[in-house]
């Protein structure tokens, strides 16, 4: 043992000098063949030597490791978007570009820059623990006080968790983890904790309010004396992401647990969703946010709960019909009115109960563009701002040419203004599913077809397409994967205003021959406001079209942000 001990000592936990030290060491010790025979097997024993190999290595490597960066995704982003503007990638550019955009590799970079962006100081000392044998198990775990909510009615921010009494013993318990917040991280703290004791103090007997007066009096660091729930399973954070479809402030909301613990929002907001165990109280953080703690948000079942409880109010206070129906439910004979197999009815425009749409990144793909659907009421210049947009680059621009069952007018070219044919061949064509709208305006038949769209799209073209607004319902698909664009006509004075000042002809008039008149810049407002009601939780974005050049510029900007930028999608088109 004295020549183990010194060769440990020497710093080196060698088998081969240990074995040499044995024999020398062999005749001076008082000991017979057979204990030196164990020893000496023991020494030379593959396992034994399998294993001081593992321990050199261990004690050889560098503890420490820190990160050398915290942004590698934006890194990868940056280096996807040099080679998309590359003239002409080369085979292992596009290599390259694919295995970047793998969910994988995205993940991977993803948990490498939270882990990277993680402080886990401060450093807590150890608790001397004393075991009494009579007692029942117990768990101390201490805490560094932080700003961080705990349940309670004017509750301050304390330790990252909920607290609740529970109905049958009376006991405090914890009843949720906030994900990301101190308790979490301590990985020591779980639902159905009993408390104890706080800061030493007995809380048994006591009420929540008790115990959120002496967490808000404590300083520094705050420990807890525990009786462990049945179930110490850890929080998994998800990887969810949606796209929120309503403003939320839990400030307002009188049945979130704690109002302190919410997170608030905005319509279109990105969220992660790190936590959906609870099935009224989801855990979220917007995306992007560096603040590792998570805040409660309502889950979809209850907000649905809540928006048709609503519903039901406004039908009982007879407010149900607030929202205006479209002018084209009541055409005049000048109106091209188009007429949906569902046909333009409540029923097809019946209200979604938009909450939440999981999401994921669609990075852009060379060679084949977004299409850019522009989404508007009648007259609101959605064409004038497609025919600027294809003027710009007539080799980069395309819009699907429509069918007509009509004959071709003087100067009208087949396959240029329309393309021409029998009434037979586009009722077959509306039989068989592949027109994305189609309609009859004065006898003659109209469609637009599916599969000249996606030649289009397959050629390397930017699609521009402006149909009726339940057009959506076909073409928001993962086979298109389109960029919606809102075209939103202005208040009612600026309507009036601009129009005027830019001589716009209505386009109301099938000769163009006149102005707007006032009733159809009431009848244009109507119309956003149903198509706003109904579908703007499919809008990608919405440009107000206020005045004609500056509503260009901001669509350019949109087209090009398309083209460029990683942007957030249905989860279902990227899978």
């Given at each position: 043992m004295t020549a183990v001990m010194a060769a440990r000592d020497s710093g080196s936990l060698s088998l081969g000098g240990l074995l040499s030290s044995l024999e020398k060491a062999r005749v001076q010790l008082d000991s017979d063949e057979d204990d030196f025979g164990f020893l000496a097997d023991l020494l030379k024993s593959r396992e034994l030597q399998a294993l001081v190999?593992?321990?050199?290595?261990?004690?050889?490597?560098?503890k420490t490791c820190q990160p050398l960066m915290s942004n590698a995704e934006d890194i990868a982003i940056s280096i996807m978007r040099d080679i998309h503007y590359r003239t002409i990638p080369t085979a292992d550019a596009i290599e390259l570009f694919a295995t970047l955009q793998s969910p994988h590799?995205?993940?991977?970079?993803?948990?490498?820059?939270?882990?990277?962006?993680?402080?886990?100081?401060?450093?807590?000392?150890?608790?001397?623990v004393e075991v009494d044998e009579d007692e029942e198990t117990v768990k101390?775990?201490?805490?560094?006080?932080?700003?961080?909510?705990?349940?309670?009615?004017?509750?301050?921010?304390i330790v990252g968790a909920t607290i609740k009494q529970d109905d049958?013993?009376?006991?405090?318990?914890?009843?949720?983890?906030?994900?990301?917040?101190?308790?979490?991280?301590s990985g020591l703290i779980h639902v159905g904790d009993e408390v104890q004791e706080v800061n030493n103090l007995n809380v048994v007997g006591k009420t929540p309010g008790d115990v959120l007066k002496i967490?808000?009096?404590a300083e520094g660091t705050i420990t807890f004396k525990l009786l462990p729930a049945g179930s110490s399973a850890h929080l998994r954070e998800s990887k969810v992401r949606v796209r929120a479809y309503f403003d939320y402030d839990p400030k307002e909301d009188k049945h979130i647990p704690c109002k302190e613990a919410g997170l608030a929002f905005k319509k279109h907001d990105i969220l992660h969703i790190v936590t959906q165990d609870d099935p009224y109280w989801w855990q979220a953080r917007r995306e992007g946010d560096r603040n590792m703690r998570a805040g409660l948000i309502p889950s979809r079942q209850l907000q649905e709960r809540r928006i048709l409880s609503h519903r039901q109010e406004q039908t009982a206070n007879g407010q149900r019909n607030i929202i205006p129906k479209s002018p084209s439910c009541k055409p005049s004979p000048k109106v091209k009115k188009i007429i949906y197999d569902a046909s333009e009815s409540e029923d097809f425009d019946r209200e979604e109960v938009a909450t939440y749409e999981e999401v994921a990144r669609l990075y852009p793909r060379p060679g084949l563009p977004r299409p850019i659907v522009l989404i508007g009421p009648p007259g609101v210049g959605r064409n004038e701002l497609k025919r600027r947009l294809m003027s710009i680059d007539v080799d980069k621009f395309r819009t699907p040419i429509p069918m007509t069952s009509r004959p071709a007018r003087p100067g009208e070219v087949n396959n240029r203004d329309y393309q021409f044919v029998t009434r037979e061949e586009l009722e077959e064509e509306a039989s068989a599913g592949t027109l994305v709208e189609h309609g009859e305006f004065k006898g003659h038949l109209y469609g637009t077809s599916s599969v000249t769209l996606k030649s289009l799209i397959n050629a390397g073209y930017v699609v521009l397409v402006t149909p009726h607004y339940q057009a959506l319902k076909y073409?928001?698909?993962?086979?298109f994967k389109p960029y919606v664009i809102y075209i939103k006509p202005p208040t009612l004075a600026v309507l009036k205003e601009t129009r005027q000042a830019a001589h716009a002809r209505s386009t109301f008039d099938e000769n163009n021959s006149r102005g707007f008149t006032e009733d159809e810049f009431k009848d244009m407002l109507k119309a956003a406001a149903r198509i706003e009601f109904h579908y703007s939780h499919w809008f990608d974005e919405v440009i107000v079209n206020d005045e004609l050049s500056s509503a260009f510029e901001r669509l350019v900007a949109a087209v090009n942000k398309v083209?460029?930028?990683p942007l957030w999608v249905p989860a279902s088109w990227v899978q």
């Open positions: 190999h593992v321990h050199n290595k261990i004690n050889h490597t560098k590799l995205q993940g991977i970079l993803q948990a490498h820059d939270s882990i990277a962006a993680k402080d886990f100081v401060p450093h807590l000392p150890e608790i001397p101390i775990v201490q805490l560094v006080k932080s700003n961080e909510p705990m349940e309670g009615k004017g509750a301050e921010p049958r013993t009376g006991a405090i318990v914890i009843a949720r983890i906030m994900h990301g917040g101190a308790a979490d991280r967490l808000m009096q073409l928001r698909t993962a086979e083209e460029t930028e």
